[in-house]
């Protein structure tokens, strides 16, 4: 009896040894695991990505080469983790620019550059800074975007889904057409003018007398060739890489609308990213839109040149005759101030 007692008490005391013994070793392994979260999450990034990025032009536009430069930098700052695969011509959603960003807010592609003038189909807010008239010059744009007024662009961006990693430039928007020289009001009636697909645009261009229409950017360089339209409006750049000068004859230099780009990447990727690697992207970004910026002004003259050697007409209107447009257009802010928000508005006027 004494025995088996014995015997007893020692199974017993065998079975609570082990059991402490894997207690010990479970509670080392989650401990060893902790730090081993821990240390991978203070570490150095590891996570290689190849993501699209779509631009609206064609690859001898600078918005495609300042795609191609951040490309690069993005690349280098992460030592060849960021594969960057910049795609023109609107080719990922089938020349359809709405498409195109509205594919960016889902995640289909990854980053893009895109006008804000596009964004305002989505929101009409975005058609702020191409309202007529809103700046005379570059100095004045910089000083906008670079402030309160692109802070609130960038608000805006972060609530449709869209992560803003800084603005490039397509510049301030020109006219074109193949029936006359446009030098005044009166000059604008009754044209067929082809605008991006945006009331305000609409509206604006109706208030000067023309007959505006929208279709996909995709569409114009045909619909011009067989005179479905007898004009559009683009900046220089866009008008020379996608050879608008084929089957336009007269360009008339007015700047009545400045045309930002958005550097955007999609939200949900970018608040996915290490930290590390989120600044590697706005550092990109930055030197990115700083290039092409330089390289849009740079060429704005050049380009102008090679247009009329290859037979536009061009005209450049002075003082008095934006005025006369600036007067007639002036209805556009009384219309949208309650769509763009008070607020908004004023402070982009400012």
Known sequence: MKQSKLMSMLVLGLLML???????????????????????????????????MSVTTGESSTWFLGGQKF????????????????????????GNQQTGVEMLLRGNTDISYHSTIIYSIIDERFGIPSAPFLYNDL???DASLSGEAGEALNEILRDVGVEPLGFGENG??????SERPIESVEDMKDLKIRVPGISMYID????????????AFAEV???????????????VDVIHSTRLNEVQDYLTLWNYSYDP????????????LHPADQEAMREAAEVANAYQIEITREREAELQEELESLGMEIVELDDESVAEFREAVEVIYEEYESVWGSELLETFRN
């Open 139 to 141: 100095e004045e744009v």
């Open 18 to 52: 082990l059991l402490a013994a894997c207690g010990g070793e479970e509670a080392g392994t989650g401990s060893e695991d902790a730090t081993n979260e821990d240390a991978a999450n203070a570490g150095e990034p590891t996570d290689t990505y190849s993501l699209d």
């Open 71 to 94: 490309a690069e930098e993005l690349s280098d700052r992460t030592d060849g983790r960021f594969e960057v695969n910049v795609v023109a011509d609107e080719q990922l959603s089938g």
């Open 172 to 177: 301030f928007r020109q006219i074109t057409n």
């Open 261 to 272: 780009l958005v550097l955007g990447v999609n939200k949900e990727l970018f608040d996915s």
């Open 204 to 215: 604006l261009y109706r208030a000067l007398g023309a007959d505006p229409t929208s279709m």
């Open 221 to 235: 360089f045909t619909s011009l060739q067989q005179g479905t339209i007898d004009g559009q409006e683009n900046p």
